[in-house]
Nanobody
């Protein structure tokens, strides 16, 4: 069973940047869909963006132009570069992985991002 570990969260001032990492515990399928989600206090979990093994990347409107998803296949990691952060970006951020050939989804434990002065 694949385990995902997020890292890189923390406290940052408005306008600042953070980079989150998501590391699977083992090699994953060459054909995958991975994504970043976030959940703010009192709100439902929402999609931040997804990336597929074929190179498709989509972002939610709320982060488009500020956040960037990438993968390093050699390091078996996914990243979320977050720029121009604002307090509305405060949430627990989760990564998710699913093989293209499976309906099983794997989630990380989440990493807290707090944007505050």
């Amino acid at each position: 069973q694949v385990q995902l570990v997020e890292s890189g969260g923390g406290l940052v001032q408005p306008g600042g940047s953070l980079r989150l990492s998501c590391a699977p515990s083992e090699s994953i399928s060459r054909f995958y869909v991975m994504g970043w989600y976030r959940q703010a206090p009192g709100k439902q979990r929402e999609l931040v963006g997804i990336i597929t093994s074929s190179g498709l990347i989509n972002y939610s409107d709320s982060v488009k132009g500020r956040f960037s998803i990438s993968t390093d296949n050699a390091k078996n990691q996914m990243y979320l570069q977050m720029n121009s952060l604002n307090p509305e970006d405060t949430a627990v951020y989760y990564c998710k992985y699913r093989s293209t050939y499976s309906a099983v989804e794997y989630w990380g434990q989440g990493t807290q991002v707090t944007v505050s002065s």
